[in-house]
T-cell receptor, first 114, second 110 residues
Framework: DTAVSQTPKYLVTQMGNDKSIKCEQNLGHDTMYWYKQDSKKFLKIMFSYNNKELIINETVPNRFSPKSPDKAHLNLHINSLELGDSAVYFC?????????????FGSGTQLSVL | SQQGEEDPQALSIQEGENATMNCSYKTSINNLQWYRQNSGRGLVHLILIRSNEREKHSGRLRVTLDTSKKSSSLLITASRAADTASYFCATEASGSRLTFGEGTQLTVNP
């Protein structure tokens, strides 16, 4: 059973389009994250949700909107895609507040904006 | 700015040799973690060392932490081709979220 699963694995789209990436975790964790990994493999946190509440928004353009319908799901919607949005996006989860922040990652979504 | 910086950026060794990767950070931390990323996959947690610990072992992995020098090292003994991956350190500090270094690309040649 996959602990943190995200879909799709690959996403190729045109500039200006709107797209979504879905993420689900079956670990019972309270906290979920979105990370962006650039071509140099630098990993930067974008958002963090604890029990469906947004707790971190790291200066991400408001074209990116996370949505957490319940604590097991954190989806990422991106409006008006730009070339610079091309990257690998990772969803992750951890036990939550009060615990050491040990992350479990999904396998990533390779986004290519043409 | 980034908390963790890793050294070297790339490392190529022969199977059976030991691999050592280093991580330096800037501020006081609660713990430091090492993750592995195989090509095309997500990061996998390897080991966590707390700020009051100096050394930790897990199988062929040995991690050291020197808080006075703000540095950590990851040693992989008797490396295998399957150890080929990128290795990232990540630091957790009070009041801030886990911050990742830039990673070391390890290649183990059969």
């Amino acid at each position: 059973d996959t602990a943190v699963s995200q879909t799709p694995k690959y996403l190729v789209t045109q500039m200006g389009n709107d797209k979504s990436i879905k993420c689900e975790q079956n670990l019972g964790h309270d906290t979920m994250y979105w990370y962006k990994q650039d071509s140099k493999k630098f990993l930067k946190i974008m958002f963090s949700y604890n029990n469906k509440e947004l707790i971190i928004n790291e200066t991400v353009p408001n074209r990116f909107s996370p949505k957490s319908p319940d604590k097991a799901h954190l989806n990422l919607h991106i409006n008006s895609l730009e070339l610079g949005d091309s990257a690998v996006y990772f969803c992750a989860s951890s036990r939550g507040e009060g615990w050491e922040e040990k992350l479990f990652f999904g396998s990533g979504t390779q986004l290519s904006v043409l | 700015s980034q908390q963790g910086e890793e050294d070297p950026q790339a490392l190529s060794i022969q199977e059976g040799e030991n691999a050592t990767m280093n991580c330096s950070y800037k501020t006081s931390i609660n713990n430091l973690q090492w993750y592995r990323q195989n090509s095309g996959r997500g990061l996998v947690h390897l080991i966590l060392i707390r700020s009051n610990e100096r050394e930790k072992h897990s199988g062929r992995l040995r991690v050291t932490l020197d808080t006075s020098k703000k540095s950590s090292s990851l040693l992989i003994t008797a490396s295998r081709a399957a150890d080929t991956a990128s290795y990232f350190c990540a630091t957790e500090a009070s009041g801030s979220r886990l911050t990742f270094g830039e990673g070391t690309q390890l290649t183990v040649n059969p």
